[in-house]
């Protein structure tokens, strides 16, 4: 079978479309012949090994796994010893960051909790974008941010997989949203629905007297007086990724900083796939729309995560890798 296979730590364009055998499901997997996948800030970190912390997850000298990628979408093909929720013919996705094999690859064993069914209603290459960047958002914004009814929300980082999705879950509360990126996603951004959106490069949010209920983050780049001052009382930060140095004085600050005021900052812990039955209601109540950018073939992977990693798409970057 085909796959997307990184050697070494390096540049994407290193990474080299080889047949490699196909692998069969141990007890506990299936093995799915994957339609779909979709490139996220993970496979930046795994196929570069940049910022070097990175390292300490992903492998020391060189990637652990080989096969990048870790969301997909596709079909049951075979199933391992032991395996009741899945059959053969299912067709399934799910954000695959916990398994040892890669998504970018016309075959994956994956083992079954790591899955959940497709709605029909849902293309293969909607599926494939869901599952990571969805749950960033859901989880952010309503298990640990709490949103509510009648909320300020800001989200940093609007344009990309988790703030485009991310203002659709807020709007199910009736809140006013700010969207912060880069300017050329600016009109995307206003199309999907958001209130209002700034280009960080011409205002700082965090300096512009203006105060959120829920601060959703998936850039962290300011300090965390900078986010507390943009919180109203009572308001939550909540982080979903950043830069490692800001995302540390949170982790050390967080405990000690806005009691007083009763402002919360808080750091997400991904839990893989939970919560995307939500996601499926939404879809089907016709809420939800994904923002797709593509689908490429599969031989375009490293292509496609070099476009990723230059921030000239818009949504979720996907890579359409077998047929249905
Ligand atoms: N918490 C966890 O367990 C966990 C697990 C996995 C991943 N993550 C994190 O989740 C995040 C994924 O977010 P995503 O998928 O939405 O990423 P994304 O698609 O790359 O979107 C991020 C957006 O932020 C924009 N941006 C760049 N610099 C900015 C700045 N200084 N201020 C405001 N916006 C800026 C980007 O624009 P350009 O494209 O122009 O750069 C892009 O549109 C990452 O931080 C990742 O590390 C967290």
Not at 8 to 27: T, V
Not at 33 to 46: E, R
Not at 268 to 277: I, P, S
């Amino acid at each position: 079978m085909k796959a997307i296979i990184a050697k070494k730590y390096g540049p994407p364009e290193q990474l080299q479309l080889l047949d490699i055998p196909k692998p069969s499901p141990k007890p506990g997997e299936v093995l799915v012949k994957v339609i779909a996948a979709a490139v996220n800030d993970f496979d930046w970190g795994m196929v570069t090994g940049k910022p070097d912390i990175y390292r300490l997850i992903f492998g020391f000298l060189r990637p652990k796994r080989e096969v990048i990628g870790i969301e997909l979408s596709g079909l049951v093909e075979a199933v391992g010893d032991g395996v009741r929720t899945l059959a053969v013919g299912d067709a399934v996705y799910g954000d695959i960051s916990r398994s040892t094999t890669g998504a970018f690859a016309e075959y994956c064993c994956v083992p079954a909790q790591a899955l959940i069914k497709k709605p029909k209603s849902m293309s293969f290459e909607e599926a494939a974008a869901l599952s990571h960047a969805s749950m960033l958002a859901w989880q952010a914004m309503v298990k640990l941010g709490q949103i509510k009814r009648g909320d300020k929300v800001l989200i940093n980082g609007a344009g990309g997989g988790v703030g485009t999705i991310g203002l659709q879950i807020a709007k199910q509360y009736e809140v006013e949203v700010t969207g912060v990126d880069t300017g050329s996603k600016l009109e995307m951004m206003k199309s999907l629905g958001f209130d209002h959106t700034i280009y960080y490069k011409q205002q700082d949010f965090t300096h512009n007297g203006q105060t959120y209920d829920l601060i959703i983050d998936a850039k962290t780049t300011r300090a965390p007086a900078a986010y507390l001052r943009s919180l109203a009382e009572g308001g939550r930060y909540v982080t979903v990724g950043g830069k490692i140095s800001r995302l540390l004085q949170l982790v050390a600050l967080k405990g000690f900083l806005g009691k007083k005021q009763n402002k919360r900052l808080k750091i997400l812990a991904l839990d893989q796939n939970k919560g995307l039955e939500q996601m499926h209601q939404l879809y089907e109540a016709k809420q939800l729309k994904l923002i797709l950018d593509g689908p490429y073939p599969l031989e375009k992977t490293p292509w496609a995560i070099r476009y990723f990693g230059e921030g000239l798409h818009q949504g979720k970057v996907v890579i359409r890798v077998g047929e249905a």
